[in-house]
């Protein structure tokens, strides 16, 4: 299995933009995890599905932060506009069985707003 | 609410050395504690996890955790550190009756040969 993946690996984008970042999960996993990771705040979990369906967004730092899951196969991360604050590494992790017990994680986006 | 600390932002261990990275816990309930390893420029990766039974869970690349009721610790172990253990160590808790993990703020290990 390719493992979970990501995609760009780097996205730099200036002040008011669009941006999406895409996660494939690995195949047959239920839970897919959207997280954060900031030097100062650490790494923070935006929002969870589970078969699809968002179960918690109470991380998602505001209303320009939106997550989708149209399949089992395929979640974006869209901001709306961007902001320089915004700027950090940003997570994909998918799991089986009860969701929590062994995430795996792929290699991240690295957002620069500008 | 679940948390966890790490009271270490860096470890320095020579090589051939035991190592030890500290973690401690507060939760309500029974504690699903979790160690993950992030390498530069790369996704975190599962090591260990403690969820019931023997108090001393071992894991991937020759880690080891002891848990520890009585000091609300998770300490993560190895008998003796690789300078390729050098690397970003995460400890997690499960939230309470959610199915999402809460990390600590990470304890970075350096291995010097």
């Known amino acids: 299995d390719a493992g979970v993946i990501q995609s760009p690996r780097h996205e730099v984008t200036e002040m008011g933009q669009e941006v999406t970042l895409r996660c494939k999960p690995i195949?047959?996993?239920?839970?897919l995890f959207w997280y954060r990771q900031t030097m100062m705040r650490g790494l923070e979990l935006l929002i969870y599905?589970?078969?699809?369906?968002?179960?918690?967004d109470s991380g998602m730092p505001e209303d320009r932060f939106s997550a989708k899951m149209p399949n089992a196969s395929f979640s974006t991360l869209k901001i709306q506009p961007s902001e320089p604050r915004d700027s950090a590494v940003y997570f994909c992790?998918?799991?089986?069985?009860?969701?929590?017990?062994?995430?795996?994680f792929g290699s991240g986006t690295q957002l620069s707003v500008l | 609410a679940q948390s966890v600390a790490q009271p270490e932002d860096q470890v320095n261990v020579a090589e051939g050395n035991p190592l030890t990275v500290k973690c401690t816990y507060s939760?309500?309930?029974?504690?699903?504690l979790f160690w993950y390893v992030q390498y530069p420029n790369r996704g975190l990766q599962f090591l260990l996890k403690?969820?019931?039974?023997?108090?001393l869970v071992k894991g991937s690349y020759g880690f080891e955790a002891e848990f520890n009721k009585s000091q609300t610790s998770f300490h993560l172990k190895k008998p003796s550190a690789l300078v390729s253990d050098s690397a970003l160590y995460f400890c997690?808790?499960?939230?309470?009756?959610?199915?999402?993990?809460?990390f600590g703020a990470g304890t970075r290990l350096a291995v010097h040969p």
């Open positions: 599905f589970n078969n699809n369906v968002p179960i918690d």
């Open positions: 939760v309500s309930g029974n504690p699903y």
């Open positions: 195949s047959g996993h239920d839970y």
């Open positions: 992790a998918s799991s089986a069985g009860t969701g929590s017990e062994k995430l795996f």
């Open positions: 403690y969820i019931t039974g023997d108090n």
């Open positions: 997690a808790v499960r939230d309470n009756g959610y199915n999402k993990l809460i």
